[in-house]
């Protein structure tokens, strides 16, 4: 199993591309089924999610050509409707086929996903919300078996809480239903933003895009012609190379980012110390002269995301005086407490929040990734860590970030991949 060794202590400097959101690649891969013509996605990232998505498109009998940034996807050729739990298992966002594949074929199986790292996860809003729309769904034998087969219909939805993937399986499933659906209390993330505008731009009529209202005109079963979609920017992969110049203490420049998208990670930055110089699509970070403590909570967009929560743990650390993290989203999105902690932070844990105490120093030490972001947060200690840190289970880092240690070490961190234990 692959680990990178990083030897803390260089200061970063020079210039990073941001990729692709992974985030919002996802549901439109997910969204080419509502299409059976070709579809050409343009700047995807280089991670392994990616990969995995259009893999279940191509064991539903899709047509795939991916290469680099591109993908020209063509689901006019789909045979199959069921998302082996293989591939589900892998990755939960998988479930982002169950609304196209019902919407455009009547009937699909998709295995549940289960819980993960960071919490629970359920889908019972996606499954009601699909219920409400006229769809028929049985759990059995660890798959979701929805049925719809006079197609679905258009419904008023308001969803309990804020869920991003069940706002983007509704929109997609609403985009071929029959008549008008609304959803309240939707997400208003830019991913789902850029997923409304590729079904809007297809002819579908979406009001309300950007707001927590949507409603959707759908075309009563008749498949999407869309045109080339460009994936935005990661805001997560932006916010963590601007965690990268603050831990660091160093200036770095970040080329192809939406300021817009990462207000909240910009915000915060500020408040510990750090400025800015914003151009039209680049940011340059500059150090803080004393790196101040944070005080945040993570929630719905624009609100500072939940994604971003373990990096700014790791950046508060090395700040002076005490910062508070609160997590509202996910329940058990603390487990890089206790690797941080075997760095020499000095992180107490009490429910949903975490009192994050600065300490002078960190250590170099073997630790090991959990979840995504978490991963992202070890690697960022170990950056100004002293000696050497083995950050272990990068298969995390590999399913969300393009080339992790390559950008890092193109910006001077001394980091390199290494296989064994
Ligand atoms: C997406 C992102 C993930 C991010 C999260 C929150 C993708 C592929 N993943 O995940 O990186 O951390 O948004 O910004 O885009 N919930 C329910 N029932 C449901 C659905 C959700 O209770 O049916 C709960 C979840 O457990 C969680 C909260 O709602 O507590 C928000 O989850 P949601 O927005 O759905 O997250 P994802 O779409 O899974």
């Known amino acids: 199993m692959d680990y990178l060794q990083i030897n803390g202590g260089r200061k970063l400097s020079g210039s990073v591309t941001i990729s692709g959101a992974k985030n919002a690649a996802l549901p439109i891969i997910a969204a080419t089924i509502l299409s059976d013509k070709e579809v050409t996605l343009t700047n995807m990232p280089n991670v392994v999610d990616i990969r995995t998505l259009l893999k279940l498109l191509t064991m539903l009998g899709g047509t795939v050509a991916h290469e680099n940034t591109v993908a020209h996807i063509n689901n006019g050729t789909i045979t199959s409707t069921k998302a082996v739990y293989e591939i589900v298992s892998q990755m939960r966002a998988s479930i982002l086929v169950l609304g196209p594949l019902l919407a455009r074929f009547g009937e699909c199986e998709v295995s549940l996903p289960g819980g993960c790292a960071i919490g629970q996860r359920p889908i019972d809003l996606h499954l009601k919300a699909l219920e409400s729309m006229g769809a028929k769904i049985e759990i059995k034998g660890g798959y979701v078996h929805a049925m719809a087969p006079n197609?679905?219909?258009?419904?008023?939805?308001?969803?309990?809480?804020?869920?991003?993937?069940?706002?983007?399986?509704?929109?997609?499933?609403?985009?071929?239903?029959?008549?008008?659906?609304?959803?309240?209390?939707?997400?208003?993330?830019?991913?789902?933003?850029?997923?409304?505008?590729?079904?809007?731009?297809?002819?579908?009529?979406?009001?309300?895009?950007?707001?927590?209202?949507?409603?959707?005109?759908?075309?009563?079963?008749?498949?999407?012609?869309?045109?080339?979609?460009?994936?935005?920017?990661?805001?997560?992969?932006?916010g963590t190379y601007l965690c990268a110049?603050?831990?660091?203490?160093?200036?770095?420049?970040?080329?192809?980012?939406?300021?817009?998208?990462?207000?909240?990670?910009?915000?915060?930055?500020?408040?510990?110390?750090?400025?800015?110089?914003?151009?039209?699509?680049?940011?340059?970070?500059?150090?803080?002269?004393?790196l101040k403590p944070v005080n945040l909570i993570t929630i719905e967009y624009p609100g500072f995301p939940t994604d971003m929560q373990a990096q700014f743990m790791a950046v508060a650390v090395m700040a002076e005086?005490?910062?508070?993290?609160?997590?509202?989203?996910?329940?058990?999105?603390?487990?890089?407490?206790?690797?941080?902690?075997?760095?020499?932070?000095?992180?107490?844990?009490?429910?949903?929040?975490?009192?994050?105490?600065?300490?002078?120093?960190?250590?170099?030490?073997?630790?090991?990734?959990?979840?995504?972001?978490?991963?992202s947060a070890l690697v960022l200690a170990a950056l100004v860590a002293e000696g050497t840190t083995n950050v272990r289970r990068i298969y995390h880092l590999d399913r969300g970030y393009d080339d992790l240690e390559g950008k890092l070490a193109a910006l001077g961190a001394d980091i390199v991949r290494k296989s064994g234990k």
């Open 151 to 238: 197609g679905l219909k258009g419904a008023k939805i308001i969803f309990d809480k804020i869920t991003v993937g069940g706002t983007e399986n509704i929109v997609m499933a609403a985009a071929l239903a029959k008549g008008t659906t609304t959803i309240v209390n939707a997400a208003k993330e830019p991913e789902v933003v850029q997923l409304c505008e590729m079904i809007a731009d297809a002819g579908v009529k979406i009001e309300g895009i950007g707001t927590n209202e949507l409603s959707i005109e759908g075309t009563d079963g008749k498949p999407l012609s869309f045109k080339t979609v460009d994936i935005i920017p990661d805001r997560i992969e932006a």
């Open 245 to 290: 110049g603050a831990i660091t203490n160093s200036s770095i420049t970040l080329n192809k980012v939406d300021h817009g998208h990462i207000r909240a990670s910009i915000d915060k930055l500020e408040s510990m110390g750090c400025t800015f110089d914003l151009k039209e699509d680049s940011i340059t970070i500059y150090p803080a002269k004393e």
């Open 321 to 375: 005086g005490e910062s508070l993290i609160e997590e509202r989203l996910f329940e058990n999105r603390f487990m890089h407490v206790s690797e941080l902690n075997r760095l020499g932070a000095d992180i107490w844990l009490k429910g949903s929040t975490a009192a994050v105490k600065g300490v002078e120093k960190l250590y170099g030490a073997d630790v090991m990734a959990t979840d995504l972001r978490a991963s």
